[in-house]
């Protein structure tokens, strides 16, 4: 049962313009959500995190999007640039404030993120 | 800067091997992990350390186990190695407690090849 999903495999984009990577969960016990960038040959570099008291938060280019009714979180870059190449996992944590999850990490299966010069 | 230094980034073993991959921190992080990396499955969580000699059982723990003697050091163990093990491996670092609202950092992996 996939309780973190990223539907799109693959998207590309043109340099300067915004990439939307989007990711929907199905577990209602999730509170904290991240997002991950990861270029191949080497590990995930973690990016950006969100916590479920939050609806938005803002790092320089890239903004982090929660619509916890919707129970989907999204990820902007703007303006997006061919470093940004790479596949991009969204992970979310259940029971991140207490519980006995031990903050152990849920991944969706990746969107591979191509920007064009 | 996180540093978590993984042995070996490729691997090749036979099947029926014993297989260690080693996994060590210089950040004094209370929490460490070891995930896999398979196309289409995105990371999926082996074992989990939250403290020396602690361990718990992630979500495919089967065919594998794992020992943390030291805080710095987390080793992931193949008993007898089969050829579904053929994956990219990935130790993961968690400061704090081990439910506190903090990013995992990740090493750079090993690409394990099972013959």
């Known amino acids: 049962d996939q309780q973190v999903k990223q539907n799109s495999p693959s998207l590309s984009v043109q340099e300067g313009r915004i990439s939307i990577l989007n990711c929907d969960y199905t577990n209602s016990m999730f509170d904290y959500f991240l997002w991950y960038k990861k270029y191949p040959a080497e590990g995930p570099t973690f990016l950006i995190s969100i916590s479920s008291i939050k609806d938005k938060n803002e790092d320089g280019r890239f903004t982090v999007f929660l619509n916890k009714s919707a129970k989907h979180l999204s990820l902007h870059i703007v303006p997006s640039q061919p470093g940004d190449s790479a596949v991009y996992f969204c992970?979310?944590?259940?029971?991140?404030?207490?519980?006995?999850?031990?903050?152990?990490?849920?991944f969706g299966q990746g969107t591979i993120l191509t920007v064009h010069p | 800067d996180v540093k978590v230094t993984q042995s070996s980034r490729y691997l090749v073993k036979r099947t029926g091997e014993k297989v260690f991959l080693e996994c060590v921190q210089d950040m004094d992080h209370e929490n460490m992990f070891w995930y896999r990396q398979d196309p289409g499955l995105g990371l999926r969580l082996i074992y989990f350390s939250y403290d020396v000699k602690m361990k718990e059982k992630g979500d495919i723990p089967e065919g594998y186990s794992v020992s943390r003697e030291k805080k710095e050091r987390f080793s992931l163990i193949l008993e007898s190695a089969s050829t579904n093990q053929t994956s990219m491996y990935l130790c993961a670092i968690k400061k704090g407690r081990a439910y506190s609202n903090q990013p995992q950092h990740f090493g750079d992996g090993t690409r394990l090849s099972i013959l």
């Open positions: 992970a979310a944590v259940a029971g991140a404030f207490g519980g006995t999850s031990y903050g152990k990490l849920t």
